[in-house]
């Protein structure tokens, strides 16, 4: 599975941002998919984690209520809109995959960083969020 991240940039508080996460490979639909994050000075934390082709995505309590995961299958692209930004959020976010099929979120934090036990990782995009 190869993976690519974009959409990142410089908003400023309380703005909206659309991250992607295009995919390619075998198996795609059954594929776990997480997003990642990592401000600068901190490690890696867990964002979001969900099937490829399933319905539910389970989001971390620092984001629910204003991330939304979705996917556009026609572009093997998974997209995370991101409202409600705060500096806070400023970091570089990664999508990374894998065909591991529990979605958890303690369980795949406690696999730990920088790679949470995420077999396939795209390069991270850049979010800034300004004051």
């Known amino acids: 599975v190869q993976l690519q991240a974009s959409g990142g940039g410089l908003v400023q508080a309380g703005g909206s941002l659309r991250l992607s996460c295009a995919a390619s490979g075998r198996y795609i639909g059954n594929t776990r998919m997480a997003w990642f994050r990592q401000a600068p000075g901190k490690e890696r934390e867990l964002v979001a984690a969900?099937?490829?082709?399933?319905?539910?995505?389970y989001y971390t309590d620092v984001v629910k209520g204003r991330f939304t995961a979705s996917r556009d299958n026609a572009k093997n692209t998974l997209f995370l809109q991101m409202n409600s930004l705060k500096p806070e959020d400023t970091a570089v976010y990664y999508c990374a995959a894998d065909h591991k099929t529990f979605y958890d979120l303690t369980a795949i934090a406690a696999a730990g960083p920088p790679w949470f036990g995420m077999d396939y990782w795209g390069k991270g995009t850049l979010v800034t969020v300004s004051s």
């Open positions: 969900r099937k490829w082709n399933g319905d539910t995505t």
